[in-house]
């Protein structure tokens, strides 16, 4: 469950890299990678174990100056999880 | 143009470097070239770095270093700090012989990013005798030191009829080994699999109940251990989209320089493959009739040049396509489509014909005197 205290880190062996070639971020992980939208990879760099799921909420929603994405970002915070790029930290 | 299938253009995002052909083992599976030990020249370290700096511009980004055995690099550790710093994600692919706790550090503190090791199979007489090499407790032995250095376990099982009976057994291991991550791979039959296709390949129904034990497996150990499951497509309908499409995404260089689409390529007839230490990584990629070779539809023949599913499966593999028929641009015969899908169901009959002989042929194992003799 993700709750506004809620802290993410990228899981063991995944990197979220600049790709300039692609001019996107990918994540890299043993043998594959996912090449990133740029909303998921906003989301995805706020993911660094230090900031509450809530402060991501904020913090996003004054980079983009906007209310309302809450939902949003739960959902891909969510497949992240589901897919084992991030791991929920203590 | 609009309503026309496309063919993805791109540029390489896998590249493989096969550091060196030589190895200290054995495997019958071994998917090396089979004329191997004609091919001793290993491209330097300055040659491998070059190759590197020139790939990651291109835009590459995954670096499998592989062989043969790479541990057997003396360079290894310097090849990894280079790819590291130009940003690569480094997997070191091997089958663990040898290695030792001082070398995963120094990989370590080199930036290397991740280690697969192979088991051959579950119990010692028939991993050691599979390896051609008493390797067992040794390969153990490394895959904790791994764990301990803080990388997860990245287990490969390669499967196949000598090993296939034993899915429970291989199953039960890795978990006593604390695998995070086991990669059951069906044999594709290149290389010396080819050359022991009728030893090697399964039966359907082996086949099947070995999957349906590793499927229920998987279900039981998810979120401790993933399991990759890789079938085998000689009992499939249709092809693997081979190579992701040739010459879109992966790169090969072999130790000797030679730049292949696909790892097999080397068998491929008059496909006359560039050498690295020729031309530079973007020419080879870009302009090398080889890479060129089989972008695109016009090269094929029917039935893939009129079918709808060209676009999903590029017509199958072109090194299955010639070890099967003969012609390169064939369709793959593993599709059911294809007029000569009766060569699939022959290799599977010979393999079945070695299995109930009672005097199945013997393996033959992947050295150095074997490859000078049958190369
Ligand atoms: S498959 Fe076996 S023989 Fe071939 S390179 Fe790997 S460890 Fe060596
Ligand atoms: S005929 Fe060719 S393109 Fe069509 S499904 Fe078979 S292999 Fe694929």
């Known amino acids: 469950m993700i709750q506004d205290t809620t802290r993410f880190g990228l899981s063991p062996l995944y990197r979220l890299q600049w790709e300039e070639s692609q001019q996107r971020f990918v994540m890299l992980y043993p043998e594959g990678m996912v090449e990133l939208n740029g909303p998921a990879a906003e989301i995805l760099k706020l993911c660094d174990g230090t900031r509450s799921?809530?402060?991501?909420?904020?913090?996003?929603?004054?980079?983009?100056?906007?209310?309302?994405?809450?939902?949003?970002?739960?959902?891909?915070?969510?497949?992240?999880l589901d897919h084992g790029w991030i791991t929920l930290l203590p | 143009m609009a309503g026309l299938p496309s063919y993805p253009s791109g540029s390489p995002r896998w590249l493989l470097a096969e550091l060196t052909y030589r190895c200290p083992l054995q495997c019958p599976y071994c998917s090396n070239p089979v004329d191997y030990a004609q091919h001793q020249d290993e491209l330097s370290t300055e040659a491998w770095c070059r190759v590197f700096s020139e790939a990651r511009a291109l835009g590459a980004v995954q670096l499998g270093l592989s062989g043969g055995e790479p541990l057997i690099r003396k360079d290894l550790s310097a090849l990894v700090a280079h790819a590291r710093e130009l940003g690569y994600y480094t997997n070191l692919i091997t089958s663990g012989y040898g290695l030792t706790e001082?070398?995963?550090?120094?990989?370590?503190?080199?930036?290397?990013?991740?280690?697969?090791?192979?088991?051959?199979?579950?119990?010692?007489?028939?991993?050691?005798?599979?390896?051609?090499?008493?390797?067992?407790?040794?390969?153990?032995?490394?895959?904790?030191?791994?764990?301990?250095?803080?990388?997860?376990?990245v287990l490969c099982v390669v499967i196949h009829r000598q090993n296939i009976h034993l899915m429970n057994e291989i199953l039960e291991m890795a978990t006593a080994l604390g695998a995070d991550y086991l990669e059951l791979a069906n044999t594709q039959y290149y290389g010396w699999a080819h050359l022991?296709?009728?030893?090697?390949?399964?039966?359907?129904?082996?086949?099947?109940?070995?999957?349906?034990?590793?499927?229920?497996?998987?279900?039981?150990?998810?979120?401790?251990?993933?399991?990759?499951?890789?079938?085998?497509?000689?009992?499939?309908?249709?092809?693997?989209?081979?190579?992701?499409?040739?010459?879109?995404?992966?790169?090969?260089?072999?130790?000797?320089?030679?730049?292949?689409?696909?790892?097999?390529?080397?068998?491929?007839?008059?496909?006359?493959?560039?050498?690295?230490?020729?031309?530079?990584?973007k020419e080879i990629w870009e302009e090398s009739p080889a890479f060129n070779h089989f972008r695109h539809f016009d090269w094929m023949e029917e039935p893939c040049k009129s079918c709808p599913e060209k676009i999903k499966d590029f017509g199958g593999c072109r090194c299955q396509a010639y070890l099967l028929t003969g012609n390169m641009k064939a369709t793959d015969p593993v599709c059911s489509k294809s007029p000569l899908?009766?060569?699939?169901?022959?290799?599977?009959?010979l393999a079945e014909q070695d299995r109930v002989s009672g005097e199945p042929k013997p393996l033959i194992f992947r050295n150095s005197g074997n490859s000078k003799t049958l190369g």
């Not at chain 2, 991993?127 to 390797?135: H, M, V």
């Not at chain 2, 989209?241 to 090969?252: A, D, I, K, V, Y």
């Not at chain 2, 899908?341 to 009959?349: G, K, L, M, R, W």
């Open chain 1, 53 to 80: 799921f809530i402060d991501m909420v904020n913090a996003l929603e004054t980079a983009f100056d906007t209310k309302g994405l809450r939902s949003d970002i739960e959902e891909l915070v969510q497949a992240a």
């Open chain 2, 102 to 153: 001082e070398r995963i550090a120094e990989l370590k503190s080199s930036g290397l990013d991740h280690i697969q090791i192979s088991i051959q199979a579950p119990e010692k007489t028939l991993n050691d005798k599979l390896a051609g090499t008493e390797s067992f407790e040794q390969k153990k032995a490394v895959a904790r030191l791994i764990k301990a250095q803080g990388y997860p376990m």
């Open chain 2, 196 to 281: 022991n296709r009728d030893q090697l390949m399964p039966t359907r129904a082996q086949f099947e109940t070995a999957e349906a034990i590793a499927q229920a497996y998987k279900e039981k150990v998810k979120g401790q251990m993933k399991i990759y499951y890789v079938v085998p497509d000689y009992y499939e309908d249709r092809p693997k989209p081979c190579m992701n499409g040739w010459g879109t995404t992966f790169l090969t260089v072999a130790p000797d320089g030679l730049a292949l689409p696909c790892h097999e390529a080397r068998i491929l007839p008059g496909l006359d493959c560039p050498n690295v230490q020729d031309f530079s990584i």
């Open chain 2, 341 to 349: 899908h009766h060569t699939v169901e022959e290799a599977i009959d």
